[in-house]
């Protein structure tokens, strides 16, 4: 059971629109930043958002991150074939000791 | 090129030890501070452990909490991750990764991974 809690899938047609949601606490969401990153079958994460809803360099204007309170949403707009992957929310928790934590997983695709 | 790249994998019995490596290049490696993240097969992320530029700072998952050491080396820009009393559970692909902007956000910069398995 993971911390934060993320749908397990999300589908929608090419060009369409989708939002991936990821809920948590207090403890990481509600203070910390969130992260969002894409994988692909077969291969290491890649990072889409960084603190919240900023994204690295080279990733496109298609993917954007908000939060609110203790959720965060990933938004992906004109979708392609090619970002049928799974995705991860992740961030800090201040509880305790303090630990990394990521949501389960939503396997996106685009039909 | 910046790359990370994981070493030390293999198949091991329940209850032994195993040492991960991760060699940094491309970067100033002692400026960063580094994560051990896993992936067992068919399921999701899960962060292990991270520890601070200068190795001062580590905290660790629940689940390896005293069994698992992160340490580093930053006059050989490697990682490394000492895994002891290794369970079942432990199987996964055990990936390297680059902090963000801080030490608590798991950055852009991944290795591809090694695989554990711990089976007897």
Known sequence: QSVL?????????????????????????GNNYVSWYQQLPGTAPKLLIYDNNKRPSGIPDRFSGSKSGTSATLGITGLQTGDEADYYCGTWDSSLSGEGVFGGGTKLTVV | QVQLVESGGGVVQPGRSLRLSCAA??????????????????KGLQWVAVLSSDGSNKYYADSVKGRFTISRDNSKNTLYLQMNSLRAEDTAVYHCARASSSIFGVGKLWGQGTLVTVSS
Not at chain 1, 8 to 23: D, E, F, L, R
Not at chain 2, 36 to 42: H, K, N
């Open chain 1, 5 to 29: 809690t993320q749908p397990p899938s999300v589908s929608a047609a090419p060009g369409q629109k989708v939002t991936i949601s990821c809920s948590g606490s207090s403890s990481n969401i």
């Open chain 2, 25 to 42: 290049s491309g970067f100033t490696f002692s400026t960063y501070a580094m994560h051990w993240v896993r992936q067992a097969p068919g």
